[in-house]
């Protein structure tokens, strides 16, 4: 679980509504570029009713409870009505975890003007490498050997820790000076000591390079040698159809086949079990024989394994993870055998919708820069979220009480952005609603120029007019009394503007059943919606990122007026506040609308797009 | 127990040191804190890094031949029986040692906490962060590793080790200045 | 300001606490504008041996930009015997490497961008690539090598994450030295 307080922004994978994060009319998505639902593995059909009830699913969540919430809302205002309700991100329904991810996690298809989540895009091995050596693995290697290191890098199988080689017998270390340590070779453990000899037989090698090769030759396991009699079984079976069998229908048709067989049992193969009729001639050659062999249980042995349990004590044996590590399960660690190193990718991304690479990474493995990298966070506004208050505990939240937290909106784009932030009066999707309340909803926030800034500020020392006014100092005054910048935005600079933010948690009986659902977590949706004028011709320079046309955005940004458009996109945020804790005396419910603050509902314009039909939230209120 | 913070940090502290009797071959780097009232030995090729305390308010501290202490370690004596550290101990960096004995050729890597009265065998020897409980005994030769579990050593590297330790002091007596005589009034 | 005075101040933006203990600075690199909390230890007495005759290898820790070693965290060079000669080995360190309170490095080398938790041990001559965060409480087994883009947990450490591609900027820590 993350340390609060957290903010995971919502994948638009999770949305019914393919259309929500969407620029506005005056650039129309092509509809080959717009993805649809079935570009996204949605693990609920996308027929799904958004009714309330069904959200919040399971056989724990009673409707009853979405009613007595509702009720609380009708008596606030008649205006909040279910539909409303239904727009509502609920970061309680069980969907809603499998889109929400931090806003580094997120990419951002530049074609399809949408975030992208690790669900959406599709990873393609640009290259394989191991992880401790750093040595590029070529693809044949990885197909022919396997994806583990063939070179000198095994790990403890105790505890995982990198083995070094170390002479067997110790000689005095002034004789050592000059010459090569001699062998016989054991793999050694820094970490817990283990080596090589505390098998049983122990396991010696002659020369402290090629591990790999010493140790096939040395350890030839039952289950290797299963292995690689299948390999060769199947390779054989196979024949011609061994190349390239995935790519073509008819040889995976065949292939589905060839295991449809096996698993129809023995000698049934080719008889016709449900399914296989449909099989071309050249499966019929391809019959399996004595490959799906009962394995053996030999009393004896068996026996003697507990006999050996029973005489070497439990400390003897592997535990379940160190079994499991090793592809024949020992049962005592005097079999456990050293393992070689996994190996690593680097991987491609591609978004699932229009195929575009999102992430290419460049080949050498030690590097970490990247030839395309479209982060959301090169996109979108992200949010933060810190304490007005100094004395809010997080953990622990107080019944009753407003709790001011201060919400901040950084600009990551060349243009100045008009944001609208967007909350449901009462948190959704749980009998305990917390009240929420941004006190000023709408605000700009500046231009990102940061590239400039920064390279002045690292041989300067800051300008004063990026300075108006600490923090710090605020912090004293904002405790109790009203502060005029409460209701107003507190606080703006170069490229972030922060707003206040209350919450009121209510009080949360600590019984089975909210624990279970753990009601105390407090997590509030909140919807931004960004609006700007960009370039028409945007498009253009685009395919440099982030960065690499910041120098180009800048100076288009400060030419024409007139090739400019409006640009309005808005995604799902979920602010992870805290845990409501215990109620505390004194502090008691009070009437909702009596605490400071600015009237509810502080206008909200509704959304410009006229294709937005289901606007979210209090737009209805608004237009009171 | 919290050590007593009676701040001898060097020789121009205004209290006294305790009874020290160090072996002219030992090499005892700047600022080591020594306090209590109980005898403080410190063996042959011992080296003592910057920054350690040791405490003998409780009882009297033996620290074997070539032993390594490293910077920013504590050893206090636990009672009246003190607190012994036999011959080619090596223990690093951040380490709280309240044990009575701590054997042969055994090491404590980073971070380890002895407990009160804890009892460590020969050449054993305690990973980083390892704690060992109150009273505890570490059977000869075990290996703590990991999240507190433990196994024998049977590598048979010990004698390796202690030679190890004798190039590492030999290594440290060429680069650390030795400050012994300061301590020594 | 009372922090003001904490510090000291060098001509390259580095800001060294007074209680903080640096030996041997005669051997220690600071890249610039990286600081060092109270109750640190920088060991750069423990400088590589070179045989007689050849001039003594100069530096012990190389430390880039933007570093920041948390309260009571110390950097100490890695040692080991080679041809039964025993040395200790210089250490390096990229830039915008956090290393939190407490924690204890003797690794060769650590990349840029590489956040090390509270109170972690990262054992000796390991090599931590660029991009890459060790939680609290983290030992990490000597000789280790952690590639890039990897979380690192447990004990021993093992990579149980794979970090996302804005590591770097999640990891920069320009914003931290502008705050002290």
Redesign the interface.
């Known amino acids: 679980m993350s340390s609060f307080p957290y903010i995971h922004i919502s994948c638009p994978c999770n949305e019914d509504r393919p259309q929500l994060m969407a620029v506005d009319s005056a650039r129309p998505l092509s509809p080959t570029k717009s993805p649809t639902k079935r570009d996204f593995p949605a693990p609920i059909p996308s027929s799904a009713p958004q009714t309330p009830s069904k959200r919040r699913g399971g056989p724990m969540a009673p409707s009853a409870s979405f009613e007595s919430t509702d009720t609380i809302a009708d008596i606030e205002d008649d205006n909040d009505t279910e539909e409303d309700e239904e727009n509502n991100f609920d970061p309680r329904d069980q969907r809603a975890a499998f889109s929400l991810f931090p806003i ?2 997120l ?1 951002y298809c530049e074609d399809c003007h949408q975030i992208r989540c690790p669900r959406c895009v599709q990873d393609e091995i640009v290259c394989w ?1 191991c ?4 040595f590029e693995v070529p693809s044949s290697t990885v197909k022919s050997d396997g994806n583990r290191c063939t070179r000198n890098c095994y790990l403890c199988p ?5 083995l ?1 080689v ?1 002479p067997v017998n ?1 000689t ?7 010459e090569q340590p001699v062998g016989p070779f ?1 793999l ?8 090589t ?2 098998l049983i037989p122990p396991l010696q090698l002659e020369k402290p390079t090629s591990i790999s090769a010493q140790l096939a030759k040395l350890t030839p396991s039952a289950q290797d040698a299963e292995f690689t009699r299948l390999k060769q079984h199947y390779a054989q079976q196979l024949g011609n159809a061994q190349e390239d069998f995935t790519n073509s229908p008819a040889a995976l048709t065949r292939l589905m086949g060839l295991y449809t067989g096996i698993g129809s049992g023995g000698g049934s193969h080719g008889s016709g079990m449900g399914g296989v009729g449909r099989k071309g001639r050249g499966v019929k050659k391809l019959e399996m024989k004595e490959i799906d062999r009962l394995r053996e249980v030999i009393e004896e042995k068996e026996l003697d394994t507990i006999e050996r349990m029973a005489t070497l004590g439990l ?1 003897a044996t592997a535990n379940t993870k160190q079994r499991l590590s090793q592809p024949h399960e020992p049962r005592f660690l005097t079999e456990m055998r050293p393992t070689a190193v996994l190996l ?1 990718t680097k991987r491609s991304k591609r978004c699932r919708a229009c195929r575009h690479i999102l ?1 290419k990474p460049e080949s050498k493995v ?1 590097t ?1 820069r ?1 030839r395309i ?1 479209l ?1 959301a ?1 090169n996109y979108i506004p992200s949010l933060t979220i810190k304490r007005l208050e100094p004395t809010i505990q997080l953990t622990n939240l107080t019944p009753h009480k407003t709790h001011r937290f201060l919400l901040t909106v950084t600009n990551p784009l060349f243009d100045p952005i008009s944001v609208s932030l967007l909350t449901p009066r009462y948190t959704p999707g749980t009998e305990y609603a917390s009240r929420i309340t941004i006190l000023c909803p709408e605000f700009e926030v500046g231009a990102n120029t940061d590239v400039w800034d ?1 390279a002045l500020m690292s041989t300067k020392p ?1 300008p004063p007019p990026v300075v108006p006014t600490t923090p710090s100092s605020s912090f004293t005054g904002a405790g109790g009394t009203k502060d005029p910048r409460m209701s107003t935005v507190y606080e703006q600079k170069r490229n972030y503007t922060s707003v206040v933010i209350e919450v009121v948690p209510p009080e949360i009986p600590d019984t089975r059943e909210t624990r279970i659902r753990d009601e105390r977590l407090l997590e509030v949706p909140i919807f931004v919606r960004v609006e700007f004028e960009a370039e028409v011709d945007r498009d253009d320079e685009e395919g440099g990122g982030g960065g690499g046309s910041a120098a180009a955005k800048a100076a288009a940004a400060a030419g024409n007026p007139l090739g400019r458009e409006k640009v309005e996109y808005s995604y799902w945020c979920v602010v992870g506040i805290g845990r409501v804790g215990d109620p505390v005396e004194g502090v008691v419910a009070s009437e909702p609308n009596t605490p400071v603050r600015t009237p509810v509902g502080t206008p909200v314009k509704a959304p410009r797009t006229p294709g937005m039909s289901k606007t979210p939230l209090r737009q209805r209120l608004a237009r009171e | 127990m919290a050590p007593k913070r009676s701040g001898a940090t060097s020789s121009t502290s205004s209290t006294p040191l305790p009874p020290l009797s160090i072996d002219p071959t030992a090499v005892l780097s700047d600022a080591i804190s020594f306090s209590g009232i109980y005898p403080i030995t410190i063996g042959a090729n011992s080296i003592i890094h910057p920054r350690c305390k040791l405490n003998s308010s409780d009882g009297p501290i033996i620290i074997g031949a070539n032993c390594i202490i490293s910077e920013k370690t504590h050893l206090i004596a636990p009672d009246i029986d003190g607190l012994v550290l036999g011959d080619f101990v090596l223990i690093e960096v951040n380490c709280s040692i309240q044990a009575a004995r701590i054997g042969e050729g055994s090491s404590a890597e980073v971070g380890v906490r002895l407990g009160k009265a804890s009892r460590i065998g020969n050449n054993c ?1 305690l ?1 980083p962060l390892t704690t060992v409980s109150d009273r505890d005994f570490i059977p000869d030769l075990t ?1 703590i ?2 999240e507190n ?1 433990r ?1 024998i ?5 010990g ?2 080790r202690c ?2 330790i004798l ?1 590492h002091i030999e290594c440290l007596k060429k680069l650390l200045p030795n400050k012994a005589e300061k301590y020594n009034r | 300001m009372a922090q003001k005075s904490e510090y000291i101040q060098t001509e390259t933006g580095n800001k060294v606490s007074r209680k903080s203990l640096i030996i041997g600075s005669q051997n220690i690199i600071l890249g610039g504008k990286t600081i060092i909390q109270a109750e640190c230890c920088i060991r750069g007495d423990l400088r590589r041996l070179v045989p007689q005759g050849q001039s003594a290898a100069a530096v012990a820790i190389a430390v880039g930009r933007y570093c920041f070693l948390s309260r009571g965290s110390l950097l100490r060079p890695p040692s080991k ?1 080679y ?3 025993f040395s200790y080995y210089p250490m390096k360190l990229g830039d915008h490497v956090f290393v939190g309170e407490g924690s204890v490095i003797e690794a060769a080398v650590i990349g840029s961008y590489v956040s090390i938790g509270k109170n972690c041990v990262i ?1 000796k001559f390991t090599i931590i ?3 890459v965060r060790v939680e609290d409480g983290t030992v990490i ?10 979380l690192v947990e447990g004990h ?1 450490g ?2 149980t994450e794979e970090l ?7 990891l920069e820590l ?1 914003e931290l030295y ?1 705050g002290v």
Do not use: M
Request: charged share 15%; net charge negative.
């Open positions: 580094e996690n990419l490498y992880p401790s050596c750093l105790i505890c995982t820790a990198l070094v170390i110790h005095s270390s002034s004789t050592l000076a000059t054991n050694f453990c820094s970490h817990c000591h283990w080596t000899s505390d400390d690593r992430v030690q970490t990247f990298r982060v966070l920064d800051p | 020897t990973s290996v590793y990991g579990q196994r050593d049977s590598s048979g590297t004698i390796a030679e190890i190039a | 015997i041809r039964g000669q054992g690539k660029d991009c087994a000597p000789n280790s090598v952690i590639p890039s883009f990897s021993p093992q990579v996302p591609e804005t590591a770097a900027e999640i320009k502008k």
